[in-house]
Nanobody, 119 residues
Framework: VQLQASGGGLVQPGGSLRLSCAASGRFFRINVMGWYRQVPDKQRELVAS???????NYADSVKGRFTISRDNAKNTVVLEMNNLKPEDTAVYYCNAAVTSTTLLARDYWGQGTLVTVSS
């Protein structure tokens, strides 16, 4: 399974960005798709996730500003980020919790995309 992320870049505080991620390869089902972020010397943290059924989960720090959505038919997940703050600056990683064709569970990660919020 490969995850190809796109989006990110430099934006001023209060601005918006859109991250996209597409999964490809062979698998039985993608159970949860989500976005994590990491800054130097800190652990990777969950930003938002969405299940196959559309249930979402957000970090408290992004609630009301970020929206995650998913297209199950296309195996894609999008993170809409609004009212961005400097503390949102991080490398963002797409994640997929997958059930393989042999019914094994495994996590996959995208390559990471840098989001910089600065004036």
């Amino acid at each position: 399974v490969q995850l190809q992320a796109s989006g990110g870049g430099l934006v001023q505080p209060g601005g918006s960005l859109r991250l996209s991620c597409a999964a490809s390869g062979r698998f039985f089902r993608i159970n949860v798709m989500g976005w994590y972020r990491q800054v130097p010397d800190k652990q990777r943290e969950l930003v938002a996730s969405v299940t196959t059924g559309g249930n979402t989960n957000y970090a408290d720090s992004v609630k009301g500003r970020f929206t995650i959505s998913r297209d199950n038919a296309k195996n894609t997940v999008v993170l809409e980020m609004n009212n961005l703050k400097p503390e949102d600056t991080a490398v963002y990683y797409c994640n997929a919790a997958v059930t393989s064709t042999t019914l094994l569970a495994r996590d996959y990660w995208g390559q990471g995309t840098l989001v910089t919020v600065s004036s």
